[in-house]
């Protein structure tokens, strides 16, 4: 099992940014990896994923104000939050997966609201 853990969450106003991080216990070289968020009475829905070769796919809703990336060295990803809305307000949580099989871990979830 691999152990995330996310960081970064908070209130910030409409407009703001924010900048997300999830911490892995081990090498996440060989992973995919990605983030979701969870909003009240909503099913958990995919933000951003970044492949091993950090190849990057965005949500209809984030593109243009997310950035996802990674850092192999230090075992951490990324999601730069930019002109957030209220909208965005959600559990963001961090993911990842070796592809071709059936292993994956979540993390605990991180909050982001966004609110004047």
């Known amino acids: 099992q691999v152990h995330l853990v996310e960081s970064g969450g908070g209130l910030v106003q409409p407009g703001g940014s924010l900048r997300l991080s999830c911490k892995a216990s081990?090498?996440?070289?060989?992973?995919?990896m990605g983030w979701y968020r969870q909003a009240p009475g909503k099913q958990r829905e995919l933000v951003a994923i970044i492949g091993k070769y950090s190849d990057r796919n965005y949500a209809d809703a984030v593109k243009g104000r997310f950035t996802i990336s990674r850092d192999n060295a230090e075992n951490t990803m990324y999601l730069q939050m930019n002109s957030l809305k209220p909208e965005d307000t959600a559990g963001y949580y961090c993911y990842l997966r070796l592809v071709g099989t059936d292993f994956d871990s979540w993390g605990q979830g991180t909050q982001v609201t966004v609110s004047s």
């Open positions: 081990e090498s996440i070289s060989r992973y995919t």
